[in-house]
């Protein structure tokens, strides 16, 4: 499976922005997903998750609140949805999947990465 990151783009702080990971080669609708950020000079870091079947999701503290994390087996496609944007959301986002249904929070536990989407929020 191979996974393509898009919806980044550059907002003004308070603003949305929704991104999609799609699937592509076979189906992912079996696997977790995950979100994760780096920005420059800093480690990458989980974002959000979300187990197989859409039921269960779990957020940094940082972003609970105001990220929504959702998928749609049928278009092979993971959403998160950005409210309240702020300044230091400003990174690289990239969506993640390993050959397993459980949501989990390490980058080293995913092992298929899409390109990453560019977001940037200005003051």
């Known amino acids: 499976v191979q996974l393509q990151a898009c919806g980044g783009g550059l907002v003004e702080a308070g603003g949305s922005l929704r991104l999609t990971c799609t699937a592509s080669g076979r189906t992912f609708s079996t696997y977790a997903v995950g979100w994760f950020r780096q920005a420059p000079g800093k480690e990458r870091e989980i974002v959000a998750a979300?187990?197989?079947?859409?039921?269960?999701?779990t957020y940094a503290d940082f972003v609970k609140g105001r990220f929504t994390i959702s998928r749609d087996n049928a278009k092979n496609t993971v959403y998160l949805r950005m409210d309240s944007l702020k300044p230091e959301d400003t990174a690289v986002y990239y969506c993640?999947?390993?050959?397993?249904?459980?949501?989990?929070?390490?980058?080293?536990?995913?092992?298929?990465w899409g390109q990453g989407t560019q977001v940037t929020v200005s003051r």
């Open positions: 979300i187990n197989w079947s859409g039921g269960v999701t």
């Open positions: 993640a999947t390993d050959h397993t249904p459980l949501a989990r929070s390490l980058p080293l536990q995913y092992t298929i």
